[in-house]
Every structure is written in structure tokens, then in C-alpha cells.
């Protein structure tokens, strides 16, 4: 496949290039809990924050039980509404994974559990209501799933982790139609087994070459033996032809440990991925090794800097991890790290920008449950990552306690979301390598649709800048190898960005929302003073516009190609006075008004006996270009009020329905006002 482009320069954050800011403590997440619809609604482990109605704003979706799907949908006054769309067959889901399988524009759910079948929720036309498909290939024991253009042919795959043998993977069409294929991936121990002990997956390009890399996190119970294929993690290396090798011991991500999740991010800003992997404390092994961090050294391989991290203590505690996810949760320009625990404990770790972090102690007020797994997204639109919290009883059975929402309280840091919508690519974009560039260097962001252990995260790439108030660019790699760049986008804002742009925005220099066709310019997203629409009539009025009620005012105020339609016509005299030379026309009107609060009408009933008597005075003595200098004038009372389009809008005393004019009359040389239409 294209290479991507990929920053060569090695900014680094420590020893060089400009830090946004300190590090910044986050004051304790707010329980928004009821402000949700399903508030009795225990997941267990599998969850997702997901845009699921393409309305740019994150939703949340939870499987009750582990069977029943509800989705509650963001709004944009803060509240939430909710669909329930029935139960799943089976026995309850162990992973889920979303994404638009059909490209229709709206996200499909994919979920399974033990034995249970291989479970697909296509969305209608508009994502109203779901139709289930249940998918052939064999009846496996699913944990963690991901969709993943794997073949980049421009439609999603889907890579099923089987927890008792080899792993299964399936051709999608681009249609919403997936056939199992094992061509796609054969993801066969290194280590000679029968291929089982697959827990947590994560589609990454951790090399930056421009091709997705799978890594996964091995755990087979009851071996205790660290040697033991079933147990040993796997790096699954893309060589750019989808051909697939296990890299992990050489690249120093195959710990002797059983391990549930990993995630890859950079944490110092460097400019290559670095990596986090949830191992289990309680195990009984030789040599064992706890959860760890690590630093790609440049040349893509990891070493362990946990020790240094200043983690230890936090990590011990946390014992069995579950969830793992690096976020910018404070918005201080560099990642964050969540981790949850099968025991319930659970850390938000915050960067200090020198490979060192530090746990927050009670970042979530859950009253004393502790969180067993979590998604991220923004969940307010306030541009600060929110989190929805499940406790699970065990590792991933629905507890009964109930999910809880909790929203990030934030700080005076600034940030950027991008949205994504592919057209070569998948249309949710998954698989993009989004990066942004500016005085701190390079922060990375992939979009993953399925991760950790079973979860899905927001497909909305969001960054952090502290106090930085400008953006060199924001470059998007998509997984076709196209690469799009917007330059200098404004800060504090979610930007929408659709493969293949630059596209054409227009003027809006009225600001009233639709952009003139004759002024225009390329982009990704619209610059100040422009947008997408071009079908304004009068870019100098803000008063005429598509959709905009028809006033009588001789101006096409609704820009359908006709001027005051619904009036028979005008009944009475205008009035213009002002400074210039031009002279001053008066026009008086004869007004009625039904007296009750109804509809005023001006001069008589019968438009065909109307007269509308026009007085017009010239100074002689003085001469512009609007008159002839002989104290005639230059114009027809009605065509000097065609010239001034914008001083009878200024007049215009009444709309239809009776209220007042939206624009209130100049001082000088504008129309002053009684005139009314006749319907």
C-alpha cells in the first residue's frame, strides 16, 4: 500500500521542544449519573462511547446483563435519550466492537460471548433501529474483538479473539457483509500451542510505517509454566503487504507474565509509540513481572522504564488489570494513562512530561465500588474527555451495580477534537493515524474501533494543547494512504474532516450562514468567514437568505428567484432623508389596524384603487453621482430605493406576522419607514 507521511523530525518534548504547560491536577470527575436515561444498566465489562446517529456527538452504548442493547444518544443541551433495542441471543457478551460496517453513515455493533454466536447489529438507513445478523465460521469463545481494514481495501474487517484456540478473522465487503478468512490474519503462536489464551487486542501502527500492526495480550488460565505459548504476547509486524510475523520478543513486548490489555501512545511526545501492557500481579510465576510501561527507544523497540515511572506502588495495588487507556484527560498536551483492576481498583495516572507519572487517588466519586472497566469520550462537548464506568462482578460479569457517567471537570487548557469521515477509507475512518503539529512538536492519535479488553473508545481524536492558543496543522493519514492537512485551525473546537479534501467553502461575509458562490477558497475546513453552503442570493444582507421569511421590500428575501411574492403591492409613500446631495423623497402612509391584536394592513383594502402619492425635492445647488446637477434626479423614487437594497431593509416596518423591523434605520440617507403591503 501508499506510505503515509510521518513527521521525521524527533521533537522532543523533554530536552527541547516547547512544553504547553506544567502538569495539570484535575480536581475530582463530577457523578453525572442522572442525567441518563438507563440509570440500572450494569454492563460488566464490554461498553462503548461511540457517535452513534452522526450527529458529531459521542453517545454511549451498553449491553444491560451483557444482552440487552441500549444506547443513550448526547444532546445537545446536556441530556441524554435513549433507544432500547431488545436483547441479544446467548448468554451475555464478553467483547464488543463498532463501526460502520456498510458505510451508510451510521455505526454497527458487533458483540459475543462464550459459545453464544457471532453476533452483527447492521443500522438502518438512519440509524434508528438495528437488524441482527449472526455470522458463520466457527462457534468460538470471543474476548476481545476489533474491526480493522486489515487487507486496506477500503472496507472494514473483523479479528475475533478466541480465548480456547486459534483466533478468527473475517473478510468485510464494505456492504455489512463479513466471510470468515483466515488469509486475512493467521495469528498462530510463535511458541508451539494450540493457539489459545487470547485476551485483549490492539490494532496499531506502532512503527509508523503506514500499515496496521496487531498486538496481543495472552492469558491461559491455570498455566504456570512462563514459557507456555498460550501465555506469551504476540506482535503480529505488517510488512506493508499484509503479510503478518510475530515481532514481540524481539521488539521487548513478550513478558513471562500473564497479561489481559496493552495500549500504545507517546507519552513523552517524541514522536514513536510507546506502550503500556496490564499483566497480572497474582500470578504464581517464575520471574514474574507486573504491569508494565515502556519507552520505544527510536528504533521501535521497548524497554521498561516502570521503575522509574514512579508507578510501582499504584501498580501493585491494582493487582490484575483489566482496562487499560491513554488519554489527555487534563489537556496539557501530553497523554494520561486509566487502568482498571478485576478487583476493583483502579488509577487515572497523570503525566509530569518527564516519562514519570502521578496517580490521582480518588479521581472518580463512586461512593466506594471500585471501577472494573471504562470507556472515554467527550460526553458534555466541553473538550474534555468524560468516562463511563462499569463493576463488573469478577472480570467481566454484570454485577448489578449500576454503570455510572462522570464527567471531567476540566481546566483553563486548550484542545482540539477531529472528527473523521473516510470516503476512500472506511467511512468511520478506523485505522487513521491523526497527528498535530505546533510549537510542542507532534502529539499522534489513532482511531480504533474495538480495544483493551472489549471496549470501544471515541472515534473523536482529542488533544490537548495548555495553554498554547495556535495550531500549525492537523494531518490525517488515512488507512488508504491519503493525507490530508488543515492548516492553522482554530483552538477549542471540534473540526470535521472528510477524506480526500481540500474541498471549496465560500464567503459569508453577512454572516447569516450561506456563502456566496463567486468568492471562494480550498480547505478542509471552512477559514473564518466561510462556509460550506454556497447558496446565498445577497452576501451583503444578512436579512436575505434561504429559508428566510418573505418580507415586502422589493428584495428577494428568501432567495427562491422572486421578490415580495405574497404581496399584491405597496400602498402609501416612503420617506428617505439624509445628507447627501441626492435630495430627500418622502412617502406618508395610510395605515388601519384591525385594533385586536390581529393583522395590521397599510392603505386601502383594494390595491386597485390605491395611490401612493411621492414627493421628490433636489437641492440645485449641489451635484454627485447620483443626480444630474440640474435638480433633476437621477433616479425614479423606486429605483433610487433599488439602488439601496440595504437602507430598505433598514426600513422595513413590518414582517408579515406584524412584528416589528429586525433592523433598525440608519441615521443618515436611509429609508424612515410606514410603508405596508397589501397580501
Same mark, same amino acid.
Given at each position: 500500500m501508499p506510505s503515509r507521511r510521518r513527521s521525521l523530525l524527533r521533537l522532543l518534548a523533554i530536552g527541547g521542544a516547547a512544553v504547553p504547560a506544567t502538569a495539570s491536577a484535575l480536581e475530582p470527575f463530577t457523578d453525572a449519573s442522572d442525567l441518563l436515561n438507563g440509570t440500572n444498566v450494569s454492563s460488566g465489562a464490554p461498553m462503548a462511547v461511540v457517535d452513534m446517529n452522526a450527529d458529531g456527538l459521542d453517545d454511549i452504548v451498553r449491553l444491560d446483563d451483557g444482552e440487552d442493547l441500549e444506547i443513550e444518544y448526547q444532546q445537545p443541551d446536556g441530556t441524554f435519550t435513549r433507544l432500547q433495542w431488545g436483547t441479544l441471543p446467548g448468554d451475555g457478551a464478553w467483547g464488543m466492537a463498532i463501526a460502520d460496517a456498510d458505510n451508510n453513515g451510521y455505526p454497527d455493533v458487533f458483540a459475543g460471548g462464550a459459545y453464544d454466536g457471532l453476533k452483527l447489529l447492521l443500522a438502518n438507513d438512519d440509524g434508528t433501529d438495528y437488524d441482527l445478523v449472526t455470522l458463520g465460521g466457527p462457534d468460538i469463545f470471543v474476548q476481545c474483538v476489533n474491526f480493522a481494514d486489515i487487507d486496506t481495501d477500503g472496507a472494514v474487517d473483523l479479528f475475533v479473539c478466541h480465548d480456547d484456540? &486459534?483466533?478468527?478473522?473475517?473478510?468485510?465487503?464494505?456492504?455489512?457483509?463479513?466471510?470468515?478468512?483466515?488469509?486475512? @490474519? $493467521?495469528?498462530?503462536?510463535?511458541?508451539? %500451542?494450540?493457539? %489459545?489464551?487470547?485476551?485483549?487486542?490492539?490494532?496499531?501502527?506502532?512503527?509508523?510505517?503506514?500499515? &496496521?500492526?496487531?498486538? @496481543?495480550?495472552?492469558?491461559?488460565?491455570?498455566?504456570?509454566?512462563?514459557?507456555?505459548? $498460550? +501465555?506469551?504476547?504476540?506482535?503480529?509486524?505488517?510488512?506493508?503487504?499484509?503479510?503478518?510475523?510475530?515481532?514481540? &520478543?524481539? +521488539?521487548?513486548? +513478550?513478558?513471562?507474565?500473564?497479561?489481559?490489555?496493552?495500549?500504545?501512545?507517546?507519552? =513523552?511526545?517524541?514522536?514513536? #509509540? =510507546?506502550?503500556?501492557?496490564?499483566?497480572?500481579?497474582?500470578?504464581?510465576?517464575?520471574? /514474574?513481572? +507486573?504491569? *508494565?510501561?515502556?519507552?520505544?527507544?527510536?528504533?521501535?523497540?521497548?524497554?521498561? @522504564?516502570?521503575?522509574? %515511572? !514512579? #508507578?510501582?506502588?499504584?501498580?501493585?495495588?491494582?493487582?490484575? !488489570? @483489566?482496562?487499560?487507556?491513554?488519554?489527555?484527560?487534563?489537556?496539557?498536551?501530553?497523554?494520561? &494513562?486509566?487502568? *482498571?483492576?478485576?478487583?476493583?481498583? /483502579?488509577?487515572?495516572?497523570?503525566n509530569n512530561h518527564d516519562r514519570t507519572f502521578t496517580a490521582e487517588a480518588d479521581p472518580f466519586p463512586t461512593g466506594g465500588p471500585g471501577v472494573q472497566s471504562a470507556v472515554v469520550g467527550d460526553l458534555d462537548s466541553d473538550g474534555f474527555p468524560d468516562v463511563v464506568a462499569g463493576f463488573a462482578n469478577g472480570y467481566n460479569q454484570p454485577s448489578g451495580m449500576s454503570d455510572r457517567l462522570f464527567l471531567n471537570p476540566g481546566n483553563d487548557n486548550n484542545w482540539i477534537n477531529v472528527r473523521l469521515t473516510g470516503v476512500e477509507s472506511n467511512a468511520s475512518g478506523v485505522g487513521a493515524m491523526v497527528e498535530l503539529h505546533g510549537e510542542w512538536g507532534v502529539q499522534r492519535r489513532e482511531v480504533r474501533a474495538g480495544e483493551s479488553y472489549g471496549i470501544v473508545n471515541s472515534f473523536t481524536r482529542h488533544f490537548g494543547i495548555g495553554t498554547e492558543n495556535a495550531i500549525e496543522s492537523v494531518v490525517i493519514n488515512w488507512p488508504s494512504g491519503q493525507v490530508d492537512t488543515v492548516l492553522a485551525p482554530g483552538i477549542n473546537q471540534t473540526i470535521h474532516v472528510t477524506e480526500g479534501c481540500p474541498e471549496l467553502f465560500y464567503a459569508d461575509t453577512d454572516g447569516d450562514g450561506f456563502g456566496d458562490v463567486a468568492t471562494t477558497t480550498p480547505g478542509c475546513i471552512p477559514p473564518a468567514g466561510y462556509v460550506a453552503d454556497a447558496t446565498d442570493c445577497d452576501d451583503a444582507d444578512g436579512d436575505n437568505f434561504p429559508g428566510n421569511p418573505e418580507v415586502c421590500d422589493e428584495a428577494d428575501n428568501d432567495c427562491d428567484g422572486e421578490i415580495d411574492e405574497g404581496f399584491d403591492g405597496c400602498s402609501g409613500t416612503t420617506s428617505t432623508s439624509g445628507s447627501g446631495s441626492s435630495g430627500t423623497t418622502t412617502m406618508t402612509a395610510d395605515e388601519s389596524s384591525t385594533g385586536d391584536g390581529g393583522t395590521t394592513t397599510a392603505g386601502p383594502t383594494d390595491p386597485s384603487t390605491s395611490t401612493a402619492t411621492s414627493v421628490t425635492t433636489v437641492d440645485p445647488s449641489t451635484e454627485d453621482s447620483s443626480g444630474t446637477g440640474d435638480g433633476t434626479p437621477a433616479r425614479t423614487t423606486r429605483a433610487a430605493a433599488a439602488a439601496a437594497p440595504t437602507a430598505r431593509k433598514a426600513s422595513a416596518s413590518t414582517a408579515r406576522d406584524g412584528s416589528a423591523a429586525r433592523k433598525s434605520p440608519a441615521s443618515n440617507g436611509t429609508a424612515k419607514a410606514a410603508c405596508r403591503c397589501i397580501r
Open positions: 484456540g &486459534l483466533s478468527s478473522a473475517y473478510a468485510g465487503d464494505g456492504a455489512g457483509v463479513f466471510t470468515y478468512d483466515l488469509e486475512l @490474519i $493467521r495469528a498462530e503462536t510463535t511458541v508451539p %500451542s494450540d493457539d %489459545s489464551g487470547n485476551y485483549g487486542t490492539t490494532w496499531t501502527d506502532y512503527d509508523l510505517d503506514g500499515d &496496521l500492526d496487531l498486538y @496481543i495480550s495472552k492469558c491461559r488460565l491455570f498455566s504456570n509454566n512462563p514459557d507456555d505459548g $498460550r +501465555r506469551l504476547n504476540l506482535l503480529f509486524e505488517n510488512d506493508g503487504d499484509n503479510n503478518f510475523t510475530d515481532v514481540a &520478543l524481539e +521488539r521487548g513486548v +513478550r513478558p513471562p507474565a500473564q497479561s489481559w490489555s496493552a495500549d500504545f501512545a507517546d507519552i =513523552d511526545n517524541d514522536g514513536d #509509540m =510507546d506502550a503500556y501492557l496490564n499483566t497480572h500481579v497474582s500470578s504464581p510465576v517464575v520471574d /514474574h513481572q +507486573r504491569s *508494565t510501561l515502556y519507552e520505544n527507544d527510536g528504533d521501535n523497540v521497548f524497554v521498561d @522504564i516502570t521503575d522509574a %515511572s !514512579g #508507578m510501582l506502588d499504584d501498580i501493585d495495588a491494582i493487582d490484575v !488489570g @483489566i482496562q487499560t487507556h491513554f488519554e489527555d484527560f487534563d489537556n496539557d498536551g501530553f497523554v494520561d &494513562l486509566l487502568v *482498571t483492576g478485576a478487583s476493583g481498583e /483502579h488509577r487515572l495516572f497523570i
